[in-house]
């Protein structure tokens, strides 16, 4: 069974719950001289029920989705589901799917999941192996208040060190249908930054957003099949293309857009967005996370990453989420996304977004390599 086949049986099994977006990145794990070639997908699937730990046989193979992350009210529940794949040959690879409706009620007409991710298997010439994809993570729902300028900056980084860029879907590639933008968000393709500015109560309520993050080569490249065959890769050209779909929550207006009155502001120790932090097989990475709000309650820290990271609460706004990466991850890096959300009655109130890059260092690597602020993101 194809991969693409495999993804798509994963998603219609859950046809009970509502889409709430997908996240995809992919690893090579290794080539052969036959042309086959090996390689494990990430995927986070957000669904509005909380479906994990459910058993899918695929050819007599085991494959589990497990939970990442739910809401204390439920509203929508994320997993991720790992995949190590064999492909007898090292070529490009496609992975649509599609199948299951969004959330009600999306403003920007978006009813039915579509996505179509590419996966570049052949030999680079620049770094000798197969490419990685664009690698990030979201949560399933962001929300924004509709009388506040938010800039949702999303993170994206590529591990081979490629200029990575985001752009919204195209029907005409089959990367979603509709995929109609939504009229309140402005994007930023350099950055992957998601603009909104203040907006009408008649604009408020859930927005699918159904973005593209591509990665290109900082130089021309040659990609070479094992049999042969070779294709020259301009700065131009995107090596792979990875889908990120998500929705963002307009709500009603709130009393302040100062961040640390109603709406949580971050504290140190939080991390700075988009900043790198390294860790070991069996080493436990522990990323501290504080926020404060004068007027409104923090009631919990809503985050996307691997499904191996745990929370826990250290005291009122202060959190920490704990990883201790296996010996499957070693030369990988994961992202990490989180929000603080506050409550005032029924409003939920959102922080800015934040990312690290959690670098799972090979055992070659010093030890005492410090936390840093990753480059090359842009």
């Known amino acids: 069974m194809s991969l693409s086949a495999l993804v798509l049986l994963l998603l219609l099994v859950c046809v009970q719950a509502n889409f709430y977006g997908i996240v995809v990145n992919y690893y ?3 080539n052969n001289s036959t042309g086959a070639s090996t390689g494990i997908l990430y995927y986070k699937l957000g669904y509005s029920l909380c479906l994990y730990s459910v058993p899918y046989y695929i050819n007599g193979q085991p494959l589990v989705l497990q939970k990442v992350d739910e809401p204390i009210s439920g509203e929508w529940c994320q997993t991720e589901g790992v995949i190590s794949q064999y492909f007898s040959s090292n070529s490009m690879f496609s992975i649509p799917a599609s199948g ?3 959330i009600f009620g999306i403003k920007n007409g978006i009813v039915s999941f579509k996505i179509q991710a590419l996966v570049e298997l052949r030999i680079r010439s620049d770094i000798g192996k197969a490419n990685t994809s664009p690698q990030t993570t979201i949560i399933p729902a962001i929300r ?13 980084f590529d591990p081979d060190g490629d200029i990575v860029k985001c752009r919204n879907g195209d029907a005409s590639l089959s990367e979603c249908s509709p995929c109609t933008p939504p009229s309140v968000l402005s994007l930023s393709p350099s950055s992957c930054t998601l603009s909104f500015s203040p907006t009408n109560s008649s604009d408020e309520g859930p927005y699918a957003v159904q973005l593209m993050i591509e990665d290109f080569p900082r130089q021309n490249i040659t990609l070479t099949q094992t049999n042969g065959p070779q294709t020259i890769i301009t ?8 889908p990120v779909q998500f929705v963002v929550r307009v709500d009603p207006a709130v009393p302040s857009c100062t961040e640390g009155l109603f709406l949580p502001m971050f504290l140190p120790p939080t991390p700075a967005h988009r900043t790198q932090l390294y860790t070991y097989v069996n ?3 522990a990323i501290s996370i504080k926020a404060q709000t004068l007027n409104s309650t923090i009631s919990e820290l809503l985050f996307s990453a691997p499904h191996t990271v745990t929370e826990s609460q250290t005291g009122p706004g202060q959190f920490t989420l704990t990883w201790t990466p296996s010996n499957s991850v070693a030369g990988q890096s994961h992202p990490i996304c989180f929000v603080v959300q506050a409550v005032l009655g029924a409003a ?6 934040r990312c690290v890059i959690a670098t799972v260092a090979l055992p070659t690597t010093s030890p005492n390599t410090p936390a840093c602020e990753y480059e090359g993101l842009d």
Do not use: F
């Not at 924004?144 to 994206?156: A, D, G, H, K």
């Not at 939920?348 to 977004?353: A, D, F, I, Q, R």
């Open 144 to 156: 924004v208040p509709s009388n506040c300028p938010r800039n949702l900056s999303l993170l994206m």
């Open 100 to 102: 299951i409706d969004w």
């Open 283 to 285: 080493q436990t990475l």
């Open 348 to 353: 939920k109130y959102h922080s800015e977004l």
């Open 235 to 242: 700065t131009n050209d995107a090596i792979s293309k990875m």
């Open 28 to 30: 090579p794990s290794g």
